[in-house]
């Protein structure tokens, strides 16, 4: 007799009929501890090592104390750019320098979207999920105590993520996308995050005339430039690429009912990861719009 075909309709190539199920939430949970414990003892330790004295813009302080010193802010704003840091330069180096994003994963509908399973073929994208976990969670907390930060868009937007991160560790999916949109995306964070904190603590305020200064303010100019490029790049073509991607594989995984062979359950969360790529890269041209607008102004 010949042997049961076990192959899939094409679009799903290379991913088995029945595989192992693993809890990636499981296996990342003391990364996600770790995440949290870092961030905390690092903020406090960068808090006590700045100078007691650090006077931001004068919006940025009480209007009874215009001169107010806002260390907690700087070291806010330091904790939170090594998070943007690993999950830009994690999602960067997968997605363009080893490819591994591409060439780890079938690229397939069913290998982007259930590529990790049964045997983790791409860790980075574990890494990308637990620390977006770590970040948008910590931020989360962390915001209710600088109102600079405490905003309506702001908050939700972590909520949201972090839906997105978690979700994809408790069902383990969507390995090659959470790659993109929660790392490669953030590349043009790790420039935005110093482009902000110039902006509370400008070059002028951090160090004296001299060399120090030229420095930061160069650092600064390119720190804007990178952003707006990478932006562009990383967070309004790239994002409506692999948005418009997600779409086509979600329609050929949901029209084969692949979903519940290989991720019963998670019905909802497809749609839900659908409607985020589209409502985070409407916000996304929104908010493109107004760096044209500042840009134009300068």
Known sequence: MCAPDTKQPRGDVDIPKTPARQSALRRMTPFILSGYLFNT???????????????????YCPADDPGCARRDLLAFQLTCSTNLIYLGITGFR???????????????????????????????????NAAIVVFQGWDFLASFFFEEHCTAIMMTHHVLAFACGWFCLWYEVNPYYAVYFGGVSEFSSIFLVFAQTFEYFPPKRLADPGTLLTILTGFQL??????VITF???????????????????????KHGLLERFSPGSGWFMYFLITMSILLGGLQVYWMRGIVVKLSEM
């Open 41 to 59: 003892i690092l903020y406090f330790v960068v808090h006590s090592l700045l100078p007691s004295d650090l006077v931001p813009e004068p919006q």
């Open 94 to 128: 997968s997605f363009y320098v080893t490819g591994s994003a591409h060439s780890s994963v079938p690229q397939t509908p069913a290998g982007r979207y259930f590529g990790n399973t049964p045997a983790v073929l791409l860790p980075e994208a574990d890494k990308v």
């Open 222 to 227: 390119f720190c804007q430039a990178g952003f």
């Open 232 to 254: 562009f790049l990383f967070r309004i073509l790239g994002w409506l690429r692999q948005s418009a991607l997600l779409a086509q594989d979600a329609k050929y995984i949901l």
